[in-house]
């Protein structure tokens, strides 16, 4: 895997970086006595260009939750170097806050208060006048489509209109870089797809970074870059043409009751790259439908189950871990 700090846009390159990490270790002081500290964040680096619409991705206990922490400066890093359009927050902390739009996995907003007000709140937090307040609001409201219900209380509001107004807070003092923690968590298909969608038109019209967490493999196939996170350190870095690239144009995957042995079979009888997980085979190939047919032959009876496919992002997971990548409620995605 090439060094993921440079993977993306090297600064002096093609581009300034809005976010550059770089061999952050973050570990937690043991909880008791008797308990080992727990190294959440292991010599993480990375970089993010300006105006990129950038996606980390791991499943839970991955180490997503501590980076956003450290991102959002609500958490400073003991080790290692945080920098936000080449300014470090050492003495500067106020001025790089002013820059970041945060948008948390909890919701943050008053349900009691009217979008307005919740609005209004937060824009006196930023020291804005009121003028720019309802300015940027009329501004904010309209792009997300919620202006129609700037009078009413947020627990009137479905869930992907309340998330509407997350997003409008956290663009009223227009940030330059917009950071989200899961942040379609809850919300329907439909909502989760028109929520991504406003985030690209944000991004496309404003110019504004944008950095997202989430454990929902689709939503990274769409973005400019990709950072997967498992058990606290990078295992892979890229655009998602870039690490699909890494698997091969088709895989097939076998499931088979012997899958040691069908493993070791196919690797000394077809030297194509194949590796196993649970009990299914994986073959990286060039021609998927011209080759399974032969596989099935050689192996008959041998093979439970067959399929191909081209490669995900979900796949680059699996050939990087070895193991398949599991949502918040436990399963496979």
């Known amino acids: 895997m090439p060094d993921p700090e440079q993977a993306r846009n090297p600064e002096g390159e093609d581009g300034p970086l809005a976010l550059r990490v770089r061999n952050l270790t973050f570990t937690y002081p043991p909880p008791s006595r008797n308990a080992r500290p727990r190294t959440a964040l292991k010599d993480v680096s990375f970089g993010i260009p300006e105006g990129d619409f950038f996606c980390i991705l791991g499943p839970n206990g991955s180490g997503k939750s501590t980076l956003f922490r450290v991102l959002t400066t609500a958490t400073l890093p003991p080790s290692g170097a945080v920098s936000f359009f080449g300014n470090e927050p050492d003495g500067r902390l106020r001025e790089i806050r ?20 919740n609005l209004s709140c937060h824009g006196k937090l930023y020291a804005m006048s009121a003028e720019s307040i309802a300015s940027r609001s009329d501004e ?33 003092h227009s940030p330059r870089l917009l950071l989200l923690d899961e942040p379609t968590t809850g919300l329907d298909p ?4 028109e929520f991504l969608r406003l985030l690209r038109e944000i991004r496309t019209g404003a110019g504004t970074t944008i950095v997202y967490t989430t454990h929902i493999l ?34 097939i995957i076998m499931q088979s009751s012997e899958p040691s042995k069908l493993l070791e079979s196919v690797k000394q009888q077809y030297g194509l790259p194949v590796y196993r997980v649970d009990d299914t085979v994986r073959v990286e190939c060039d021609n998927a439908s011209a080759l399974i047919g032969e596989l099935l032959r050689a192996y008959e009876g041998t093979v439970d189950m067959v399929s191909f496919s081209r490669p ?19 399963g496979p995605a």
């Open 98 to 117: 002013r820059s970041l739009g945060v948008v948390f996995q909890n919701p943050a907003l008053d349900k009691k208060l009217t979008v307005d007000e």
């Open 140 to 172: 904010i409201l309209s792009l997300l489509g919620i202006a129609g219900r700037r009078g009413e209380p947020v627990e009137t509001l479905s869930g992907g209109l309340a998330r509407r107004v997350e997003l409008a807070k956290a663009l009223l």
């Open 190 to 193: 439909t909502a989760r797809f």
């Open 218 to 251: 689709e939503e990274s196939e769409e973005c400019d870059g990709i950072l997967i996170l498992d058990d606290g350190a990078i295992v892979a870095s890229g655009s998602p043409t870039e690490l699909r690239s890494e698997i091969g144009k088709e895989l």
């Open 312 to 330: 995900s992002i979900g796949d680059v997971y699996i050939k990087k871990t070895g193991r398949r990548f599991v949502t918040n409620n436990g």
